[in-house]
DNA sequence: TCTCTCACG
DNA sequence: ACGTACGTGAGAGAC
């Protein structure tokens, strides 16, 4: 009922949906949300299928699953956070993972409603950083144009936009800043071409133009990508802002497929690494902070860039602004790049997110 | 126990 | 011609 291998076999053996049919490395058919939302003009089952994916996902990790873990002294969830799982130094939750609650879809939000306060007296807090990883990119790359639209604080992608497509920001229609975000993540993670036109549907052409333009409008990231390999190849490691190391031994490997993931391994982990600094050296803040003024007020979650808090409603307005100035100031990025954090409050987890 | 898929950032 | 976007954890099915 839920076997890919099944589903593979009659889509592509019986009903023959796709002659090109992707495997995956076992040779199986590749039965993904990605191929089979390819293959839904051809056949309307495709869409049951994920719908039913969608369902069976949510009920099996989470409707069934999350009740199971409440813990019978405290009648709450509590997950267990590794410090020592993660290679950029991110934390890790298990047990359950509270840091992959759904929150996309419909029926997910409907899940994460059921995360609330303790009382009535309390309300859920969540606070998180705005494009944290962006303003690091732009921060130790120095880029000035990236630099400039933080520090005035425009919207990232609209302000990229602007420049890949050579028109006035107040000019920017949905479409171009729906490309320009996909191109400002792919930065992140050091896609190509090929991964751009795969996401957005495009021409690899086309792709290639837009990140072409971007590379000119943006010239120092190019050169911090290009740097920081060259860093990683001759040292065999990259490092976070505050200097911590992450080994990359496959960074001069002959091997073409091997040496590029290792090298977008060097491209993100410091990024991605200094975003989990930021945000640890927050929470530190946080606890000396709310001990200092004795708040009754705690720190339930970290989600890598998202902090949730279960406050007493009486101290919601002072506690507010301890954790924005915490967040704001853990760590100050090169290039005067601000860090901004936003804050939200409410009688469950969607709608103080 | 491994593989595939999918939830999140 | 090749493979092609980073980091996790969990559940179901296959073996």
């Known amino acids: 009922m839920a076997s890919p291998k099944q589903l593979g076999e009659v889509l592509f053996d019986k009903m023959q949906l796709d002659p090109k049919a992707k495997k995956t490395k076992t040779g199986q058919y590749a039965t993904g949300e990605d191929v089979l939302a390819k293959l839904a003009n051809q056949h309307k089952i495709c869409n049951d299928i994920l719908s039913f994916r969608e369902l069976t996902k949510l009920k099996n990790t989470y409707v069934d699953a999350l009740p199971e873990l409440i813990n019978s002294k405290t009648g709450r969830v509590h997950t267990s956070y590794a410090q020592a799982v993660a290679v950029t130094g991110r934390l890790s939750s298990t047990s359950p993972n509270l840091q992959n609650i759904p929150v996309r879809t419909e029926r997910g939000k409907e899940i994460r409603k ?57 000019d920017v229609t949905k479409e171009m800043r729906y490309k320009a975000k996909s191109v400002n993540f792919g930065i992140i993670y050091g896609q190509g071409a090929f991964g751009l036109a795969e996401n957005l549907g495009i021409s690899r052409t086309e792709a290639k133009e837009i990140i072409d333009n971007y590379k000119k409008q943006f010239p120092n ?23 911590r190391k992450r080994w990359l031994k496959d960074i001069t490997s002959a091997n073409f497929t091997v040496r590029g993931f290792a090298e977008r391994n060097a491209i993100n982990s410091p990024i991605q690494g200094t975003a989990a600094d930021m945000i640890k050296l927050a929470m530190i803040k946080i606890h000396h902070a709310f001990k200092a003024r004795q708040f009754k007020s705690k720190m339930l979650l970290q989600v890598h860039d998202e902090l949730v808090f279960d406050v007493l409603k009486e101290e919601l307005e002072l506690v507010k602004p301890v954790i924005l100035e915490c967040m704001q100031n853990a760590l100050s990025l090169p290039n005067d790049v601000p860090a901004n954090a936003e804050i939200g409050e409410g009688e469950n987890w969607l709608v103080a997110h």
């Open 114 to 170: 059921a995360f609330i306060p303790r009382d009535e007296n309390h309300v859920l807090v969540s606070a998180d950083y705005s494009q944290i990883e962006l303003r690091i990119v732009a921060a130790i790359s120095a880029d000035e144009n990236m630099c400039a639209a933080f520090k005035t604080g425009k919207d990232i992608h609209t302000a990229t936009a602007a420049k890949v497509f050579n028109v006035e920001e107040a």
């Open 221 to 243: 990231i190019q050169k911090y990508m290009d740097e920081t390999i060259n860093f990683a190849k001759e040292t065999g490691y990259v490092e976070t802002l505050m200097g």
